[in-house]
C-alpha cells in the first residue's frame, strides 16, 4: 500500500450508501486493513506519518504533533550550536518552537499553497526558453530557473530569521 492512498480513506469521493454486500475480492483493502497499517506505521515512524497527516490536513492533531517532534529534535542539537545553546531556558524554548514551526511550515508548502507559487513559471515547473525559442521558431520550454522546476518558492529565511530574533533580548 502506497502512503499516498491513506488520504483518499480518509476523505472518499463517493461514498457508497447501499445495502449491497461489498466484493469480496480477496486483493482489495477493507477500513479496518488501512487503519492497521497505519498504525503499524505509525508505531514505527510515528514523525513521518504525523507530518505526512498533517500536510494532508487529515487531523489538525497530527500537524501540532509532527512540530512537538520537530521540538525534541531540535532540543537534542541544539548543544552543537553555539547561538542557541547560550540561550537561556525560556528563550531557548521559544526559540526553538519557531524554528520548529517554520521548518514544519516549508515542508507543508507545495503550488497550491497561496502565494507560494512560483512568478516565472506560474506553479508548473518549466519555463519558456526565450533564447532557443527565437532560434528554432517555435516554443521552447525548459526547467523554471526560480524554483528549479519544483513549482513553488520555498519559505524565506528572512521571515525565520525575524521572527527569532523578535524573541532574543538584546544585550
Known sequence: ????????????????????PRATASDSLS???????????????????????????????DKQKA??????????????????????????????????????????RSAATPGARCRDCHGTGRA????KTELWGRVVEKECGRCKGVGYSRMPASAAYRAVTMLIPER
Do not use: W
Open 1 to 20: 500500500m502506497r502512503l499516498e492512498s491513506v488520504a483518499k480513506f480518509h476523505s472518499p469521493k463517493s461514498p457508497m450508501m447501499s445495502d449491497s
Open 31 to 61: 477500513g479496518t486493513d488501512v487503519m492497521a497499517a497505519m498504525g503499524m506505521a505509525q508505531s514505527q515512524a510515528g514523525f513521518g506519518m504525523a507530518a505526512f497527516c498533517g500536510k494532508h490536513e487529515l487531523s489538525q492533531n
Open 67 to 108: 512540530i512537538n517532534y520537530l521540538m525534541q529534535f531540535a532540543h537534542k542539537v541544539s548543544g552543537k550550536y553555539r547561538g542557541v545553546a547560550k540561550l537561556e531556558g525560556n528563550t531557548k524554548a521559544k526559540v526553538l518552537q519557531v524554528l520548529a514551526t517554520f521548518a514544519y511550515a516549508d515542508y507543508c
Open 128 to 131: 519558456v526558453d526565450i533564447s
